[in-house]
């Protein structure tokens, strides 16, 4: 069974920045779109970013230009550097597939101050 694990959350300043892992626990290279989601308190979950196996990627109008996704299918690793961080990123973030295909993570908790 594929597992997720999301690590890299914090309390961050507004301003500042946070780099985001996420390791599965099997291969990754055969995952043609991986997604980086998060869930904000009463919010439902949302799709914040994507990158495909090849390295394209696409990401959410909230988030564009300060938020980079990446992967490193050697070490079944997805990243997602965030930078010029706002209040409003506040939220747990998860990884999985696009679309969803795998059981969720714990998340990672991110909070942004103001």
């Known amino acids: 069974q594929v597992q997720l694990v999301e690590s890299g959350g914090g309390l961050v300043q507004a301003g500042g920045s946070l780099r985001l892992s996420c390791t599965v626990s099997?291969?990754?290279?055969?995952?043609?779109?991986m997604g980086w989601y998060r869930q904000a308190p009463g919010n439902q979950r949302e799709l914040v970013a994507r990158?495909?196996?090849?390295?394209?990627?696409n990401y959410g109008d909230s988030v564009k230009g300060r938020f980079t996704a990446s992967r490193d299918n050697a070490k079944n690793t997805v990243y997602l550097q965030m930078n010029s961080l706002k209040p409003e990123d506040t939220a747990v973030y998860y990884c999985?597939?696009?679309?969803?295909?795998?059981?969720w993570g714990q998340g990672t908790q991110v909070t942004v101050s103001s």
């Open positions: 990158i495909s196996v090849g390295g394209s990627t």
């Open positions: 999985n597939t696009y679309p969803v295909n795998l059981e």
């Open positions: 099997g291969s990754i290279s055969s995952i043609l779109v």
